[in-house]
DNA sequence: GGGAAAATGTGGAACGTTCCACTTTCCGCA
DNA sequence: TGCGGAAAGTGGAACGTTCCACATTTTCCC
């Protein structure tokens, strides 16, 4: 006793499975009365249309894959939500494939999403390298999140970083802040191009000869490194603008060690506004990403390629804002004594 | 010029369509010969296996349906990974949808699930109605992670929250804690149980008159909410057992306003171990769930039943573990002055 | 009242595989 | 040399839908 089928359904009820075929999809031309014994007999049996037959003779699944490298970044899960809201308002369905930042189950993934025959991939950070992207986009409308591209084939969307490292520097400017300090994200993903914003920022406020860079990474250790650094030798900075959120909770560790007040003696700025920055315990001023626009324009550029309305790749840059909260404040007035 | 199919590079290489097929999967009775120019036709064709027409005639797609409410709680990015991880393991693909919270549309991923010939179904934590969860149930194997259930017909992985409440306990008991509070969860899921588990821990190592329960809930705001109560009246404890991590985290955000120190003043344990717990601007003593273990787990379950080993539902309670960091110690030794 | 048009319903081909029953070829050995 | 069985390869039915061309019935209007 396997699941009914359209054909078990048009028998019971005496129709052709055509007809039953009609009324599951709900189509217009149908008398009232056929409708409704359909779907009693449909209800009775309990039957469920089967989306692969569906598929096969559509020749559409309605389905697009969505590739993560890694699922516990909270930044990605934001994003999803931005891609499943419009991949659901547009009628198609999302299949979630991961592949551990290994790449060889990176690839098994990709894979498997393509013979799938989802209709249109959206490949969030994979480490696989751009060739293997390169191939999938022949198949398939394929557009890269935060990750930038400069191919012709495949889309992107990305923050832009230099205008975030921008937002964070005037802030901090604003404040009063002068010798305003970087600890950077190493070769992390935007980390140069927060680098180069933080550094032309500083130019444009007249503060280039103010400008210090020391070395970080995208983690807590990072941030932790970078605070030595800057507080070993040379003119202490009043300001610090961390390379994301979780160097700048290191950097906040840190200070705390050494008895350096935040915001009264040193503030400091993240960026990414994870769920992190927010917890009161931490309350971190940082640069906001608009995650699930993200997502919903990664949706829209896949779109805009199945119906066929464009052919050249286009590389969305998004607008990042600031979100103020208790790391951030005015310089001491006075020197702070080392 | 569409997508090249299993008869045109059958029709290319000379060969029937069969010896393709075989040759895709890997047969063995096919001479070397052969089986070399179906390859590099289907190669040269850039021909993929389409999975969607598999599926139809083979009459199973490979694929487990994993439900989740909620992406962002980190708890499930972690569960997932299990999932993942044991699914690949036994020749199984992964489909995830979610619902945020909203049952109307936890129906609409549900059915999606269902119609897309998923072979089983893991929910985690859904809000939909047992019924419906019950019905599902009828169609296809069916497990439930982190919701406890006694259901004969589904089956269900959770955390031992009893176990892991008297871990917290017995771990402040033995550093000499006596005045042991609990903040707990609310009607959050398994906030009852780690509720009771306190007090039966509590009874266990002679302390139920030191017992005491204050409301909270699985938020910053409980913890922070549960603090205020505990110590605005009564005798202060020298320990706090918060029903999760955000409760925790709450509760040390208030701890600190009140100046009181942690942990020489007050020991926290939260629960969870949550990737905030190992921030360490935190370092929050924690009771861990073993979650990827429970999505390999829910994976098995579900295999168990598609191999017909099983017809009777089973429920499994997995063992907590107890991560110490910094919030607790050993009780000051004079009494803590209010 | 008659005919066109609209509404309603139907049968069969097609989608791209797998699998079964079958044929042909090859090899070893009595 | 002949024969049996293994190895290699093939054709066609089947999977559960959708869609097209077509048939039948009803409605509408002059």
Redesign the pocket.
């Known amino acids: 006793m396997?699941?009914p089928?359209?054909?078990d359904v048009a028998k019971r009820a005496g129709?052709?499975?055509?007809?039953v075929?009609?009324v599951?999809?709900g189509a217009?031309?149908?008398?009232d009365?056929?409708?409704e014994r359909v779907l009693r007999v449909a209800s009775a049996l309990g039957?469920?249309?089967?989306a692969?037959?569906?598929s096969?003779?559509?020749?559409r699944t309605n389905l697009l894959g969505v590739f993560l490298s890694d699922l516990h970044n909270p930044f990605f899960a934001e994003v999803i939500d931005g891609i499943q809201a419009e991949a659901a308002e547009r009628g198609y369905r999302t299949i979630i494939g991961t592949g551990d930042r290994v790449e060889l189950s990176e690839a098994r993934a990709l894979d498997t999403l393509l013979e799938l025959r989802t209709e249109g991939l959206i490949l969030a950070s994979p480490i696989l390298p751009m060739r293997r992207i390169a191939e999938a986009s022949r198949e398939v409308p394929t557009v890269l999140v935060a990750r930038a591209s400069r191919s012709s084939t495949i889309d992107s969307v990305a923050n832009d970083d230099t205008a975030g490292a921008a937002l964070a520097v005037g802030h901090l400017a604003s404040l009063g802040h002068r010798r305003i300090a970087h600890i950077d994200g190493g070769d992390g993903a935007g980390a140069r191009e927060r680098r180069r914003g933080y550094e032309r920022a500083m130019d444009r406020h007249g503060l280039a000869r103010e400008a210090r860079v020391v070395a970080g990474a995208y983690t807590e250790e990072g941030g932790w490194q970078g605070v030595r650094a800057l507080f070993s030798r040379g003119r202490a900075p009043t300001a610090v603008f961390a390379a994301n959120d979780l160097a700048a909770i290191g950097t906040l560790s840190a200070l705390a060690e050494q008895g350096i007040g935040v915001p009264e003696e040193v503030s400091v700025v993240g960026y990414d506004n994870t769920a992190l920055a927010a917890v009161h315990h931490i309350h971190l001023t940082t640069v906001d990403q608009p995650r699930p626009e993200m997502g919903r324009t990664a949706v829209s550029l896949i779109l805009e390629r199945l119906d066929g309305e464009r052919g050249s790749a286009r590389h969305v840059l998004m607008p990042p804002s600031l979100v103020v909260r208790g790391t951030s404040g005015a310089p001491a007035r006075k020197k702070v004594p080392r």
Chains 1, 2 share one sequence.
Do not use: D, G
Request: aromatic share 4%; no cysteine.
């Open positions: 396997s699941r089928t359209i054909v129709v052709s499975k055509s007809l075929s009609l599951m999809r217009p031309n149908v008398s009365e056929k409708r039957y469920r249309p089967n692969v037959a569906r096969l003779v559509r020749q």
